[in-house]
């Protein structure tokens, strides 16, 4: 099992990856339309235990933040689930209590350290903690942040019925455009020297990733580009949560591209341990090298 809690340098910053929970989701065959089990068996002796559980094939995912400072900017990267909010049919979701605001505070941020909150996208388990309720209304967690918004994920959802994610609006997004903290993002966004928001639709319409350069070194947050690992081999590969199906194909490969390229860290949203990688070129392909800290 995972430490909930782990630091790593970049460069001059400093980032903290923050543990919501762990465990087995989908079966990997529901996940991916496309799924082969002749995949599983050729990466068979890394993906056990840490990513597949073979008994019942389901794909084992974490679901976590990343705390990004850099030059005196403490940058939160999704912010998974949430404790109090109605999820069903996810029940493990479903007014989840956690400690992950505990675990914030014992990684060295108290909610109003944070200075910008960054949602990849909008799905349910990347804006859970945007919010919190108090007094049986759901206040901004982050008082003193900025919260960026893709403008096209918000166009898309803001009047979306019936499902997880029109409840997550109304309880995780909506109240920070009702308080006057959401920036709405168009194309590419600099946040801060060093951290560049660009487009990458296809999991949702305004998806986008977060690069991190400082000096050498790099790093991206690609929230849900790739979901599990064995994605880096079967870029091709879509989850059945992609809205636009080969918008993701192109925006993951570009994203392999660069990693491969720049010699920067793939930090995902939902990898079990360790939780990110770097991309080596496998010919017309991909392979991955764990990365330790």
């Keep these: 099992m995972s430490n909930p809690i782990s ?56 679901m976590h933040s990343w705390v ?28 989840h209590q956690g400690p992950y605001l505990q675990r914030l505070e014992e990684a060295g941020f108290r909610p109003e350290d944070i200075d910008m909150v960054m949602c990849t996208h909008l799905h349910v388990d990347h804006v859970g903690w945007n919010t919190r309720l108090r007094d049986g209304r759901w206040v901004p967690t982050f008082p003193n942040a900025k919260y960026v918004f893709s403008r096209a994920d918000y166009e898309h959802y803001k009047d979306r019925t019936g499902d ?27 946040l801060a020297d060093g951290l560049l928001l660009e487009p990458a639709p296809g999991h949702t319409p305004g998806h986008v990733t977060l690069k991190l350069e400082s ?18 081999y079967r870029p ?22 660069y990693c491969a390229d720049r010699g920067a860290l793939l930090m995902p949203a939902h990898f ?7 991309i080596d070129r496998a010919g017309e392909a991909f392979a991955l090298r764990w990365h330790y800290g």
């Design 7 to 62: 630091h790593q340098n970049i460069g001059a910053a400093r980032v903290t990856r923050v543990e919501e929970m762990a465990g087995p989701a989908f079966r990997l065959s529901t996940l991916f339309p496309d799924w082969d089990d002749a995949l599983f068996e050729a990466h068979k002796d890394w993906l056990v235990p840490n990513y597949v559980n073979p008994e019942k094939m389901t794909a084992l995912l974490a």
């Design 68 to 95: 990004v400072q850099l030059d005196g900017l403490n940058v939160l990267v999704d912010t998974c689930i949430g404790n109090d909010k109605d999820r069903m049919p996810m029940e493990r979701w479903h007014h």
């Design 164 to 190: 997880m994610d029109a409840a997550s609006f109304a309880d995780s997004v909506l109240p920070i455009v009702e308080h006057g903290l959401a920036e709405m993002t168009d194309g590419e966004h600099l």
């Design 215 to 232: 000096g050498s070194e790099a790093a991206i947050f690609t929230g849900d580009m790739l979901h599990h690992p064995l994605q880096v």
């Design 236 to 257: 091709e590969w879509t989850s059945r949560f992609c809205i636009l199906p080969d918008e993701a194909r192109v925006s993951r490969r570009r994203v392999l591209d």
């Design 272 to 278: 079990g341990t360790p939780h990110c990688c770097h």
